[in-house]
């Protein structure tokens, strides 16, 4: 197989990246083609559906470090169970899979035509195998078990920006951000207040702290790595 595409997102590292894709909707990136997939005719109809299936590669995972077995952070990282009963991307074949909202096709910019999708959950240069329409007659199935999902905590954090903290931020990425923030960035097992983490994002290096349902944000300093999709 070769990469048809890549996609160019905000994330230059991984931490802070949506566990899952939908999860931060307001995330928007870029899908750029490899030089022979970009005859439009690759594309024709495309605009017909609302929702694309992406397949990738967790293409910073070395090809064999991957186990019959791993500890998802959502269970604390201290229960094993089947690779193939997680999404890890620890794997023998290390593929993602990631539903994602089918925002606009740029036809006319430099590398076009161009997909703008929103719900992303990769980082910035992940290799694109293939895409696929989301069905919602085949593909969407609400009676579905939740396996070990339905004993991890879900929540949702409170965000807090001081006046002058929130203005660093581009106005466009803003709620990005702290869709980002309140999905909790932090690993499952961790839970110590006094800790400051950070999460690059968009050329920025956001540092905050998580006490009890609210994060917040504490510094913001320049960080380089990531294309920032406009």
Known sequence: MQPIAHIHTDFPTKF???????????????????PEFRN??????????????LIWQFHRVAPDDYSPTVLPPKLGGKTRV?????????RP???????????RIDYDVPCGPVLIVGGIDMMDGTPIYDIKPYVPIADCHPEASKGFSSRTQEHVLSVEFAPALIEKVP?????ALIGILSQDPRPGYEDDPERRYGVEFAGMDVRFHV???????CEIVPAGGAY???
């Open 82 to 90: 089947g690779v193939f009963a997680t999404r890890s991307p620890f």
């Open 16 to 34: 802070g990246v949506p566990r899952q894709s939908g999860l931060v909707d307001r995330l928007t990136s870029v899908i750029v083609f490899e």
């Open 93 to 103: 074949n290390n593929l993602g899979l990631s539903c994602v909202r089918l925002l």
């Open 40 to 53: 439009p005719d690759y594309l024709r109809g495309i605009e017909g559906w609302s929702h694309l299936w």
């Open 228 to 230: 920032s999709p406009k």
């Open 171 to 175: 106005e466009n990425k803003r709620e």
């Open 211 to 217: 006490r009890g349902d609210v994060l917040k944000v």
